[in-house]
Structure formats: structure tokens, C-alpha cells
């Protein structure tokens, strides 16, 4: 799929109309809003339909997302450092989300398991070969000094598609039954939306870098030493981050009925939407380091509460501390990585995060399948909260404190 050229602009224009957020942001949040909407319709409902529509086992599941995930994050590195080499970002950009809205049809035809898995392929394609020059195009149309609000209104938008696209989906199984392939069908209808919607998104005028000779290498001599340090940090965090989808197994587990999982996982989308923007504000004035710590420390608190807990209703304030955690580390770590990158190598080094942390899902995810079917339910969750312990030590003790930029105190 080929972008339309549009005039560019000049990233300059944040900063001459510093009360605003540049169009470019919002824009892309309208997308993010649209294609979330899409996705969120699907993910809550795709456990129940593994399991007990198609009979997957609860492995397959953790196989299904890993690979998921994986393939998202190898290409986010490939697609950045193709997007610093070709000096453009929105033709990546209108090809993934494109790929995404294909992906939801496929999955409505899935009979067996494994046509789910190639329908999620396709998906995350999509995902892998959009994120990392979406996320360069807002760094590029923000100043340093605005990033963190930038990135945390744009997780916000997002955030707010992961809210109305599950309610959407119980509206519709509350008016024509529980017909999970006519809701992914209908699902893919705000995913081509959102590929309209990027023709309010300009290309920023930027000088075109001389591009590396090898995407790997550029990724990592770009990135420096104290990229590598945080890298250490939130990877050891990661391995223990397996998919969302065995927080809902476990909702379900624990007694919830479907409607009242899907209800929870939205209560967690709610929080993380209200409170993203601020974060982001907030990890401008105050450094970003402290708080993805913090958040990983939330974290490793809900993971244990998921592992010991023994009622239904424990599920709800969980989720919605999983909320809190989500907005103290989703767009703060992308804002974090782009301070830590060169300028003209900001999406090779986005690339770069983004396929080290899909590298450490797929392992996370696997582990947890085999650690539920295997030991107990627990057990994912128990892997999970000592890994986000362990990396939280590792942020404060290991990488050093930046000062957030345009402000004088961290």
C-alpha cells in the first residue's frame, strides 16, 4: 500500500505553538484510537475462541501470541532502520496498519488453530512494520522538552480504543449472540477507518541522514551505552511480561464469567487512559528512569496478587493496578528510548527496543503456556513478579539518571 505525499512540515512548528499539541500527534492518536477499536474487539474474545470453539490447548495459545509478538518486534527493527534510510515514515506506516485490518478478516474464516495463528501473523506484520516510524513521526513533529506528554497523550488515544473496542464487541454479543467470527468481521471496519484517518498525518521536513550500512549494527553502535544499560534492565523485566491473554485465562479461572473478563480487562485499559497523559507530563519534569522502576514494581504487585489469589473478586482492583502500571511505562519507555537515541538514528534505535522486548514476549509467553500446563496457574505469575523485581533493581542501580530534557531538575 502506497501513502499519498503530503506537504511536509517542519518539526519547528511544536515549538512555535508551544500551548498545542502539533497535529501530527493527534492524528496519530486518532489512528491509534481507530485501530485499537479493531483490535480490542478481538482480543478478549480470541482466548474463549481458542479454547472453546476451535479446542486449543492453553500451550498453543502462549505459541500463538509469542509468535505474535516476536514477529511484531523482528520487524519494528527492520521497518526503523528502513524508515532512517529512506528519509520517510509514512508509507511503512500506511502498509501495517493496512495488514492489520486484513488480518482481522482472515481471522473471521480461522477453523483450526493454526489459521488463527497465520490471521495474528498477518496482524502483527502489520504492527511490526508501523510502530517504530508512527512513534519516530511523533518524536520528530515534538521537542525534547514536550516528548513525555507527547507520547503519553498518544498512549491515551490509544488506550481509549482498548476501552470502547471490548465494550463494543459485548454490545454485539449482547445483540446478535455470541457469533465471534461476525464480530471480527465487523471488527476490521474501524481497522480500515484508521488507515484513512493517516491522511490527516504529514511527512515533518527533516534532514535525510546518510544511511547506515547494516540495520544491526546501526541499531546497537547508535544506541550507545546507556541505551544497552536500560536495555539490560527492561529485558530482564520482559522475560517475565508474557501476553495479556493469561491474565484473562486467570480472570476466568479464578470464576469470572466471560462478559465480567472482558468488563475487568476494560476496567485496566480505563485506568492505563486516564492516567497515560500525566505520566508522560510527569516523566518530563521529574526523569523517566524513577518511574519505569516504579512501574515494574506495580507490576511485580499484581503478578503476585494474580498468583495467590483465590476469589473472583480480586481480579478487579488487580486490573486496575495493572492500569496504573501500563501508564507509568508505555509511552514513558518510548519517550526514555528516543532521548537515548541519536537524532538521525531515532527509529532504528525505536526498532531496536521494540524487537529486543518482542524477542523477550515470545520466550515470556511460552514459558508461561508450559508453566500453566505443566506446575499450576500460579506459576507464570510468581515467574513474572520476580522478574519485575529484579529489573526495577537493575534501572535504579545500573542506568544512569538522565535529566528530563528542557527542564532543569530531574
Avoid at 143 to 164: C, E, K, N
Avoid at 180 to 200: C, D, K, N, T, Y
Avoid at 386 to 407: D, F, S
Wanted: proline content about 6%; overall charge positive; charged content about 15%.
Amino acid at each position: 500500500m502506497t501513502a499519498p505525499r503530503s506537504a511536509p512540515v517542519s518539526s519547528s512548528d511544536a515549538e512555535r505553538e508551544p500551548g498545542r499539541m502539533p497535529r501530527n500527534v493527534l492524528a496519530l492518536g486518532l489512528v491509534s484510537l481507530l485501530a485499537d477499536i479493531s483490535s480490542e474487539m478481538v482480543y478478549p474474545l480470541l482466548p474463549v475462541f481458542l479454547v472453546a470453539v476451535l479446542g486449543a490447548p492453553v500451550t498453543a495459545i502462549g505459541l500463538i501470541e509469542g509468535i505474535a509478538e516476536s514477529t511484531a518486534g523482528l520487524l519494528k527493527a527492520a521497518s526503523g532502520w528502513w524508515s532512517d534510510h529512506s528519509g520517510r515514515r509514512l508509507p511503512l506506516v500506511f502498509a501495517g496498519y493496512g495488514l492489520a485490518a486484513v488480518g482481522k478478516i482472515l481471522l473471521a474464516f480461522a477453523t483450526l488453530w493454526p489459521l488463527v495463528m497465520l490471521a495474528r501473523f498477518i496482524d502483527r506484520v502489520g504492527k511490526g512494520i508501523r510502530g517504530t516510524p508512527r512513534d519516530a513521526l511523533i518524536a520528530d513533529s515534538t521537542t525534547p522538552a514536550r516528548r513525555g506528554r507527547a507520547f503519553g497523550l498518544h498512549r491515551s488515544m490509544d488506550t481509549a480504543g482498548a476501552v470502547i473496542g471490548p465494550l463494543l464487541a459485548l454490545l454485539l454479543v449482547s445483540l446478535i449472540g455470541e457469533r465471534p467470527r461476525l464480530i471480527f468481521l465487523i471488527a476490521a471496519i474501524p481497522g480500515m477507518l484508521s488507515v484513512a484517518a493517516l491522511l490527516l498525518v504529514r511527512e515533518p521536513d527533516r534532514e535525510r541522514p546518510r544511511p547506515p550500512r547494516r540495520p544491526a549494527r546501526a541499531s546497537h553502535d547508535g544506541a550507545g551505552r546507556d541505551f544497552r544499560l536500560f536495555a539490560v534492565a527492561w529485558l530482564v523485566f520482559a522475560v517475565g511480561n508474557s501476553s495479556d491473554v493469561f491474565l484473562l485465562l486467570r480472570a476466568k479461572d479464578l470464576g469470572l464469567s466471560a462478559t465480567s473478563v472482558v468488563l475487568a480487562y476494560v476496567l485496566y485499559k480505563f485506568v492505563s487512559m486516564s492516567l497515560s497523559a500525566q505520566a508522560g507530563m510527569s516523566s518530563d519534569r521529574l526523569g523517566r528512569r524513577d518511574m519505569l522502576a516504579g512501574g515494574m514494581l506495580v507490576f511485580a504487585a499484581v503478578y503476585a496478587g494474580f498468583a495467590v489469589a483465590t476469589r473472583a473478586d480480586y481480579v478487579w482492583p488487580l486490573f486496575a493496578l495493572y492500569g496504573v502500571y501500563l501508564a507509568l511505562t508505555d509511552g514513558v519507555s518510548r519517550a526514555f528510548v528516543t532521548d537515548l537515541a541519536p537524532t538521525d538514528r531515532r527509529a532504528t534505535v525505536l526498532g531496536a527496543y521494540g524487537t529486543l522486548t518482542s524477542i523477550a514476549a515470545l520466550i515470556a509467553s511460552i514459558v508461561a503456556g508450559l508453566l500453566w500446563d505443566h506446575l499450576d496457574a500460579a506459576a507464570p505469575f510468581v515467574v513474572g513478579a520476580g522478574c519485575a523485581v529484579i529489573g526495577a533493581v537493575l534501572m535504579i542501580v545500573i542506568v544512569p539518571r538522565h535529566r528530563a530534557p528542557g527542564h532543569d531538575t530531574v
